[in-house]
């Protein structure tokens, strides 16, 4: 426990130091604690610690631990985020289990989610993620496609997109991350110029999370500096 309450706070004071360089409010940043694969126990801790926004990558597993923390928690302010890729066939439980979706990258995942937002009588929020990297592997909306895409999930009643959210290629200099971070700020800023009312930045990492900061995210994605380095 005292361990991760020293991780919390050392994360926290990071955001907070990024936030005044860049002239910043830091409450304007939310800290998402990324709990993929981490054990509930842990999870617990963090809640203990004051955390309350969480993410997962993996509808399955979120489908099994969301209920169980939300049963033991004692904290009714929980929030969870759907972080990772997610297939369609997978929207109808995602819907059901995260007040946010980062990965929304196709008119198809788009219309899915809207549809059964609709039957589970809820306006979903969603981010958009972009792909700005060349790397094939990454998944995402390249920039070209962005603007049709808003265009097109602005008509759909069941969603609300709230920003953009964006996972630069790895490296071990989080400088190299600067660059990707400022583009995602750039098309929101282009979007809220051609009438989108998004508002959200969802980027950076563990390795990266300061200088997405100074770039102007208002989500830092954050796992290992927190919970430890992940077994899988
Ligand atoms: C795992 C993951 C994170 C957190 O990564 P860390 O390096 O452990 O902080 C952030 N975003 C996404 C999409 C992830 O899958």
Same mark, same amino acid.
């Given at each position: 426990m005292a361990q991760i309450i020293e991780r919390i706070s050392s994360v926290l004071k990071r955001i907070c130091h990024a936030a005044m360089r860049a002239g910043?409010?830091? @409450? @304007?940043i939310k800290l998402i604690a990324v709990t993929k694969t981490v054990p509930t126990l842990l999870i617990m801790e963090a809640i203990e610690a004051g955390l309350r926004i969480f993410g997962e990558n993996r509808v399955q597993e979120a489908r099994d631990k969301i209920p169980e923390i939300m049963q033991r928690s004692?904290?009714?302010n929980l929030s969870w985020h759907m972080i990772g890729p997610l297939q369609k066939n997978k929207a109808r439980y995602a819907v059901k289990l995260f007040?946010?979706?980062?990965s929304v990258d196709s008119k198809g995942l788009a219309e899915e989610i809207n549809k059964q937002a609709m039957k589970a009588g809820k306006i979903q929020d969603i981010l958009i993620e972009v792909k700005?990297?060349?790397?094939?592997?990454k998944h995402g909306i390249r920039p070209e496609g962005l603007f049709e895409l808003l265009e097109f999930t602005?008509?759909?009643?069941?969603l609300q997109v709230r920003g953009l959210m964006t996972i630069p290629p790895y490296s071990e200099?989080? @400088?190299?991350?600067r660059p990707y971070f400022r583009r995602l700020r750039e098309l929101l800023e282009e979007a809220n110029r051609k009438g989108f009312p998004l508002k959200e930045l969802s980027m950076g990492m563990s390795g990266d999370f300061e200088i997405a900061v100074e770039e102007g995210a208002t989500m830092v994605r954050i796992g290992t500096a927190i919970f430890g380095e992940r077994r899988r």
């Amino acid at each position: 426990m005292a361990q991760i309450i020293e991780r919390i706070s050392s994360v926290l004071k990071r955001i907070c130091h990024a936030a005044m360089r860049a002239g910043r409010n830091p @409450e @304007e940043i939310k800290l998402i604690a990324v709990t993929k694969t981490v054990p509930t126990l842990l999870i617990m801790e963090a809640i203990e610690a004051g955390l309350r926004i969480f993410g997962e990558n993996r509808v399955q597993e979120a489908r099994d631990k969301i209920p169980e923390i939300m049963q033991r928690s004692p904290a009714t302010n929980l929030s969870w985020h759907m972080i990772g890729p997610l297939q369609k066939n997978k929207a109808r439980y995602a819907v059901k289990l995260f007040d946010m979706i980062h990965s929304v990258d196709s008119k198809g995942l788009a219309e899915e989610i809207n549809k059964q937002a609709m039957k589970a009588g809820k306006i979903q929020d969603i981010l958009i993620e972009v792909k700005l990297s060349p790397e094939e592997t990454k998944h995402g909306i390249r920039p070209e496609g962005l603007f049709e895409l808003l265009e097109f999930t602005s008509g759909l009643k069941n969603l609300q997109v709230r920003g953009l959210m964006t996972i630069p290629p790895y490296s071990e200099n989080p @400088e190299d991350s600067r660059p990707y971070f400022r583009r995602l700020r750039e098309l929101l800023e282009e979007a809220n110029r051609k009438g989108f009312p998004l508002k959200e930045l969802s980027m950076g990492m563990s390795g990266d999370f300061e200088i997405a900061v100074e770039e102007g995210a208002t989500m830092v994605r954050i796992g290992t500096a927190i919970f430890g380095e992940r077994r899988r």
